[in-house]
Nanobody, 116 residues
Framework: QVQLVEFGGGLVQPGGSLRLSCVAS????????MGWYRQAPGKQRELVAE????????NYGDSVQGRFTISRDSVTATVYLQMNSLKPEDTAEYYC?????????WGQGTQVTVSS
């Protein structure tokens, strides 16, 4: 079992930046990739970014490409999401994810609101 805890959500103005962090604990040796998904009210959960353990494969959602950057510290089992040039449409609940061999594990979510 993998437990995930997110940090760093909040309110930011359009054009601003925010950095999310997620710390994994438990069976971290079973993790093959970590990443971020988001869900806005009335919409489906969508991929924001995901990175494999070795960093060889990184995927970004089309809407955040070029603005968001995912990174990871394997020693501390922490994944980061640097979000720049934020837009109101980036407003959502952001969930940390950990992909193991058999399942996805999820954090509790952190709210990001982009508004003036």
């Amino acid at each position: 079992q993998v437990q995930l805890v997110e940090f760093g959500g909040g309110l930011v103005q359009p054009g601003g930046s925010l950095r999310l962090s997620c710390v994994a604990s438990g069976s971290t040796g079973s993790i093959r990739a970590m990443g971020w998904y988001r869900q806005a009210p009335g919409k489906q959960r969508e991929l924001v970014a995901e990175m494999t353990n070795d960093g060889a494969i990184i995927n970004y959602g089309d809407s955040v490409q070029g603005r968001f950057t995912i990174s990871r510290d394997s020693v501390t089992a922490t994944v980061y999401l640097q979000m720049n040039s934020l837009k109101p449409e980036d407003t959502a609940e952001y969930y940390c994810s950990a992909r193991t061999i058999i399942r996805y594990c999820w954090g509790q979510g952190t709210q990001v609101t982009v508004s003036s």
